[in-house]
């Protein structure tokens, strides 16, 4: 069990390395349709993995309360949400494509702020894969070895051109290529510590956890909808970035349902 439960930790910063190292790769800069693309396809594979690995989990588990299971639901994913607002409006961070960051004022680089909004992104990301796993480990029969192991595979796919999306437009923006690869990585840091830290706290707090797995799906569908959508919708008209999404919720709702 431990061993998996690491595997599960590590996949997805495993992903965000690769895409990270796209950048050693790089002749120019990442073409804007790409983008798009790339971040339609994180959208749905989130916003898929939010519904089955996290939401419907969390409803089955507080089933005994009839006509109001989906209230833990509810309650854990406004609650999600609302710590990423929170989060939001405390770190100095700076989207893709944007030229006034947002936060608190704060005199670091470009390029540092870009790399804390991804960090934010990331976040919640890592606690969905801890949350999963603290089930699992709890031997909960709601959650499957398989399940958690889909979920993290699934992050980790769409992590990959996340980390892609980072590393090289700070290259683009003049940092060294080992820099952009370094801050691309680092970025993704995040997810494996969150998971672990969620995993300690959540067996403080297993029948909390419908609460927990929400909570985890609020976070991941504000960063869906503050950061992702708008990024793959911006600019001129394109269709690229819907049918990428749609790809990415298609991908992770039949590896959720496939290995749960």
Same mark, same amino acid.
């Given at each position: 069990?431990?061993?998996?439960?690491?595997?599960?930790?590590?996949?997805?910063?495993?992903?965000?390395?690769?895409?990270?190292?796209?950048?050693? *790769?790089?002749? +120019?800069?990442?073409?804007?349709?790409?983008?798009? %693309?790339?971040? =339609?396809?994180?959208? =749905?594979?989130?916003?898929? !993995?939010?519904?089955?690995?996290?939401?419907?989990?969390?409803?089955?588990?507080?089933? $005994?309360?009839?006509?109001?299971? *989906?209230?833990?639901? %509810?309650? =854990?994913?406004?609650?999600?949400?609302?710590?990423?607002?929170?989060? $939001?409006?405390?770190?100095? #961070?700076? #989207?893709? #494509?944007?030229?006034?960051?947002?936060?608190?004022?704060?005199?670091? +680089?470009?390029?540092?702020?870009?790399?804390?909004?991804?960090?934010?992104?990331?976040?919640?990301?890592?606690?969905? /894969?801890?949350?999963?796993?603290?089930?699992?480990?709890? =031997?909960?029969? &709601?959650?499957?070895?398989?399940?958690?192991? !889909?979920?993290?595979?699934?992050?980790?796919?769409?992590?990959?051109?996340?980390?892609?999306?980072?590393?090289?437009?700070?290259?683009?923006?003049?940092?060294?290529?080992? +820099? !952009? *690869?370094?801050?691309?990585?680092?970025?993704?840091?995040?997810? @494996?510590?969150?998971?672990?830290?969620?995993?300690?706290?959540?067996?403080? *707090?297993? @029948?909390?956890?419908?609460?927990?797995?929400?909570?985890?799906?609020?976070?991941?569908?504000?960063?869906?909808?503050?950061?992702?959508?708008?990024?793959?919708?911006?600019?001129?008209?394109?269709?690229?970035? /819907?049918?990428?999404?749609?790809?990415?919720?298609?991908?992770? &709702?039949?590896?959720?349902?496939?290995?749960?």
């Amino acid at each position: 069990m431990i061993k998996d439960v690491a595997m599960g930790l590590l996949i997805p910063f495993l992903g965000t390395t690769l895409g990270s190292a796209c950048v050693f *790769f790089m002749k +120019k800069e990442l073409n804007r349709q790409v983008q798009r %693309a790339l971040t =339609g396809f994180a959208a =749905g594979v989130m916003v898929a !993995a939010s519904i089955w690995s996290l939401i419907i989990p969390a409803m089955e588990l507080a089933a $005994d309360k009839g006509k109001l299971a *989906f209230l833990p639901s %509810a309650i =854990g994913f406004w609650l999600g949400i609302l710590f990423l607002l929170l989060i $939001d409006s405390v770190i100095p #961070h700076l #989207h893709m #494509h944007a030229d006034k960051a947002e936060g608190p004022k704060s005199k670091l +680089k470009r390029t540092t702020m870009m790399v804390l909004a991804v960090t934010i992104h990331n976040l919640p990301e890592g606690m969905a /894969v801890g949350v999963v796993y603290a089930g699992f480990i709890s =031997g909960n029969s &709601m959650i499957t070895a398989g399940g958690a192991f !889909a979920l993290a595979l699934g992050i980790a796919i769409q992590n990959f051109p996340e980390g892609a999306i980072i590393s090289m437009p700070l290259c683009a923006e003049g940092s060294s290529k080992g +820099k !952009a *690869f370094l801050s691309g990585t680092l970025s993704g840091a995040v997810e @494996p510590v969150g998971a672990l830290l969620t995993i300690l706290a959540a067996g403080f *707090f297993l @029948p909390a956890m419908p609460y927990l797995l929400s909570f985890a799906a609020g976070a991941m569908m504000y960063v869906v909808v503050e950061e992702l959508i708008p990024e793959m919708s911006e600019g001129e008209h394109s269709n690229i970035g /819907v049918v990428m999404f749609a790809l990415g919720f298609t991908l992770m &709702m039949a590896l959720d349902v496939a290995l749960g």
